[in-house]
């Protein structure tokens, strides 16, 4: 599709109504509630992927909705735990109030990893926009200084990247390695898509090397393919890191890895919460946001 045809459809994506893009984006949230997510958990497990899973919402207004957020991964912790599922939490930080109150989000996200701790179970703190960015890693570093079942996203467009990873690997970070979702100014993000690409492996290696446990988040092919070479090169066994993917995305080349005896764990995120997250997914990939527009003018 010609890339100027792919931006007019991105920009249409605000007016398109909410059902309609609710229809397209059903592959990839579980549903609106817990149980839609615990099954679609207990599928992902029946099939050998682990999971993380992850309750939709981000950039709040109001510390209420923090606190009725938090409740609610309390709730879905206990439920992992109650049903012995093989699936960890992953969080937003403005999600648990960050840019309203950064104690107020600290308190609430290590109550979380508190009690993941009381039951063996992990909290990956994902990456969010570059405003958050730092603010994001003093939060993390703050929790590694007493919790070992914590772990942060990095992503490989930051130009800052290769400094941050070095710092979380000095500290015994958990790292979660994707290229980054969200639309970010040259003056801190790598644009060119090669280059994202050199800067993931070269992000990848050093975390093999420093025997640093990555997730290593993509669907790319590329990625994967050169991530098998680095795996061969390193001699890293199959404990010490996990191809990580989004629900939805891309399942054959999930299911390739697994029949291959890699360890594998997909995002599942639910809630009522799904707009901001699934326009993001329709502008990665345009030709989904075509369909949409389709459907919306009665072409499909
Ligand atoms: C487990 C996980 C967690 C993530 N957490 C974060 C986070 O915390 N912060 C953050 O900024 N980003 C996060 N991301 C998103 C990530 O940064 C990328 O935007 C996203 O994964 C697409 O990049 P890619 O490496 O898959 O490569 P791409 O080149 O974008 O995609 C490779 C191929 O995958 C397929 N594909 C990709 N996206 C879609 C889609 N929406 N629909 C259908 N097919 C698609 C296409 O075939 C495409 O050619 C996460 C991704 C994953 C997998």
């Not at 609710?22 to 817990?34: M, N």
Request: aromatic share 10%; hydrophobic share 40%; charged share 30%.
């Amino acid at each position: 599709m010609p890339s100027v045809f792919n931006k007019l459809i991105v920009a249409a994506i605000p007016a398109i109504p909410k059902f309609i893009v609710r229809k397209f984006a059903s592959p990839y949230i579980a549903g609106e509630k817990l149980e839609d997510a615990l099954t679609t958990i207990k599928k992902l497990n029946s099939k050998g992927a682990m999971a993380t899973c992850d309750l939709l919402g981000e950039f709040i207004h109001h510390k209420e909705q923090a606190t009725r957020d938090k409740e609610e991964l309390k709730n879905l912790l206990f439920a992992i735990n109650k049903e012995k599922l093989n699936s960890n939490v992953s969080l937003k930080p403005t999600q648990m109030g960050l840019l309203l109150d950064e104690e107020f989000a600290y308190q609430n996200i290590r109550e979380l990893v508190a009690l993941a701790k009381e039951q063996g179970n992990f909290i990956r703190i994902d990456m969010e926009d570059s405003p958050c960015t730092q603010k994001e890693i003093d939060l993390y570093l703050r929790l590694r200084k007493e919790f070992d079942n914590v772990g942060l996203v990095i992503q490989a467009y930051m130009k800052r990247t290769d400094a941050d990873v070095d710092l979380l690997i000095a500290n015994r970070a958990n790292l979660r390695l994707c290229k980054g979702i969200y639309v970010e100014p040259e003056s801190v993000a790598i644009k060119d898509k090669q280059a994202i690409r050199d800067n993931f492996l070269k992000q990848v290696e050093k975390m093999f090397v420093n025997k640093c446990y990555v997730g290593v988040a993509t669907h790319d092919e590329f990625l994967v393919d050169e991530t098998l070479k680095l795996i061969e090169k390193h001699k890293v066994s199959k404990e010490d890191f996990e191809f990580q993917m989004l629900l939805g995305v891309l399942p054959k080349l999930r299911d390739s890895l697994l029949a291959k005896g890699f360890r594998l764990r997909v995002y599942v995120p639910y809630g009522e919460q799904w707009y901001g997250y699934s326009t993001r997914r329709f502008k990665e990939n345009p030709e989904i946001a075509g369909y949409v527009v389709k459907a919306l003018f009665g072409l499909n």
